[in-house]
């Protein structure tokens, strides 16, 4: 492995010293998944910790998708978060990680946000128009009386961002970019120690805004996503559904879904699947 792709485990401890991560940063050459490696360390008791690999070999998206991992080119990072939440606040981890990571890509790149590095919702991030990262959170719920809330027991929140590859598969080339190609120089390559400290700041910084009696992020949220409202879009086939729609984007519902002015007259709440330009 070149010497720029070797990851300096050292440099990300120390920066990220001050959040509820510091000295629960593990770095792998390789492994399946680091949504995995969180998993089995959550079903162990753990609540919090880091996991990042220089490649993953069955790397997965949204819909159990593949994701392409290049070795020692991409961020492949996963953490365990468990802040005391109700499971109707959870739904919005996936919006909300991918605000952060907007916000870290933006601050190490100058690369500006929505115009240049937009979310679509809720989880995809794109990046002058064409897939850079994505992000994939599976939960779990505390047991608690049926009379009480439900409560988040833990949430293992999977991050991929393709950084410094030069070529994709000849089947994605054409959707899919990362940081480095999207560069005005892309001559040199970026350093992935930066690109990770930057997430993890900005994930706990959005954790503490979850958990505390900051203000929601709950306005103007166009801002941060050109895709959440007045946007033409084909809703994907689900089980429920399996035509798919098309409509424009209304906005989000207050539990966080993305509201859809459907062709056939009906304002779709959607709760599964994922969106598309049609």
Not at 39 to 49: E, I
Request: proline share 5%.
């Amino acid at each position: 492995m070149p010497a720029t792709d070797v990851f300096e485990h050292a440099a990300v401890e120390q920066a990220i010293a001050n959040t509820e991560f510091a000295g629960q940063l593990h770095h792998v050459a390789s492994t399946a998944s680091t949504n995995d490696l969180a998993l089995q360390a959550a079903r162990s008791g753990a609540r919090h910790g880091v996991w990042i690999a220089d490649e993953q070999t069955t790397g997965r998206g949204r819909g159990n998708h593949a994701w392409h991992s290049e070795p020692g080119k991409g961020l492949y990072m996963t953490a365990l978060i468990s802040p005391s939440i109700p499971m109707q606040s959870a739904l919005s981890l996936s919006f909300t990680t991918a605000i952060a990571v907007q916000s870290a890509i933006s601050s190490v790149t100058g690369f500006r946000r929505r115009d240049q590095i937009d979310i679509r919702w809720p989880n995809d991030l794109f990046l002058n128009g064409k897939k850079c990262g994505g992000i994939l959170i599976e939960t779990s719920a505390q047991s608690v009386p049926a009379t009480d809330p439900a409560m988040l027991r833990y949430a293992v929140v999977g991050i991929g961002i393709n950084v410094n590859n030069a070529i994709f598969p000849a089947e994605i080339d054409a959707i899919a970019t990362s940081l480095r190609r999207e560069l005005p120089d892309p001559s040199q390559p970026l350093r992935r120690e930066s690109l990770a400290a930057a997430i993890l700041l900005a994930l706990d910084d959005e954790i503490r805004r979850l958990t505390s009696s900051l203000k929601p992020r709950t306005s103007d949220l166009t801002q941060y996503s050109s895709w959440i409202s007045g946007k033409r879009v084909r809703v994907e086939a689900r089980d429920d559904d399996p035509g798919g729609y098309t409509g424009i984007t209304a906005g989000l519902n207050p539990s966080g879904f993305l509201l859809v002015h459907g062709d056939d007259g009906q304002l779709h709440t959607v709760l599964s699947g994922g969106i598309c330009e049609p």
